[in-house]
């Protein structure tokens, strides 16, 4: 098997294990079950990332959106569940339909587009990915750093307002 | 049968499409406060899948630009969940509920 057809085959396989849940998130209704077909989603993208070759942005993917987003998702549903475990029912109550129609609806027009336009092709072959880390580190450094001063105050921001939003109100009458 | 057997960059940015219409619908049709915050992680998880996917296929001037782009998408999903999480948080404490048409207070 050469290369290109490795390619192909896990470019499939990551896609399905990438829309296959995020579909599936529009119709299950239980909350945990939910936040599993989210960690499935989110791991088919950081296989994604690592295909077309970014590694450093697929092992942050891991690391923040599935060690520390979904995590702080799964806090937010264990205290916020009320519904009782054992559910009759597995899908959203009449929402099957709408679902996959207004999905339809939704993405109709953008496939078509991307389908239509003519995007910019490197002339010749595409470049061989290498360890990505080095060069983002640099960007960062150089082309970059006025957002990275930027998010680091929103970054402080967020900390303090979030703190300030969660305290949960104990003072409160 | 070529778009099946050859891998280019408009597949990538139909996923990152299907991906975004997904979580656009979770946003608007879910009920639970708590499912639509996951569905906001996918769209931006779309717009990632885009960046990366361009500054791979046309990105030949300025490689890497697109990474960058995304580190930053991740920071700010993080910051964002954390700050909604708080607010949905409090939202339970006040109304005992997270499902967001039994919050309907402010209208009359």
């Known amino acids: 098997m050469t290369g290109e057809t490795w390619n192909v085959i896990i470019f499939w396989s990551l896609a399905a294990m ?38 450093f942005v697929g092992f942050v993917q891991i690391l923040v959106y599935i060690g520390g987003i979904l995590v702080l998702l799964m806090f937010g549903v264990m205290l916020t569940n009320r519904d009782p475990v054992l559910l009759r029912r597995v899908r959203e109550r009449g929402l099957v339909a709408p679902a996959l129609i207004a999905g339809g609806v939704m993405l109709a027009p953008l496939v078509y587009l991307m389908l239509a336009i003519q995007w910019k092709q490197p002339p010749g072959p595409l470049p061989e990915p290498q360890y990505s880390a080095r060069g983002i580190g640099t960007l960062l450094m150089t082309d970059f750093i006025l957002p990275f001063e930027v998010i680091s105050v929103l970054l402080l921001a967020a900390l303090i307002g979030a703190a300030f939003v969660a305290r949960m109100g104990s003072e409160r009458a | 049968m070529s778009w099946f057997t050859q891998i280019g960059l408009v597949h990538y940015l139909v996923l990152s499409a299907v991906l975004f219409c997904a979580g656009m619908a979770a946003v608007i049709m879910r009920r639970n406060a708590v499912v639509v915050l996951m569905g906001l992680e996918l769209v931006l998880n779309a717009a990632s899948i885009n960046f990366v996917a361009f500054s791979r296929y046309s990105g030949f001037e300025r490689p890497l630009y697109g990474h960058v782009v995304v580190v930053f998408i991740i920071t700010l999903a993080a910051a964002e969940a954390a700050v909604a999480l708080a607010i949905v948080l409090n939202i339970y404490n006040r109304f005992s509920t997270i499902y967001v048409d039994e919050i309907d207070t402010l209208k009359e």
Do not use: E, Y
């Open chain 1, 18 to 55: 990438t829309v296959v849940p995020a579909v599936a998130l529009l119709i299950v209704r239980d909350v945990i079950r939910c936040s599993m077909l989210l960690l499935a989603t989110l791991s088919g993208v950081a296989g994604l990332f690592v295909l077309l070759g970014a590694d």
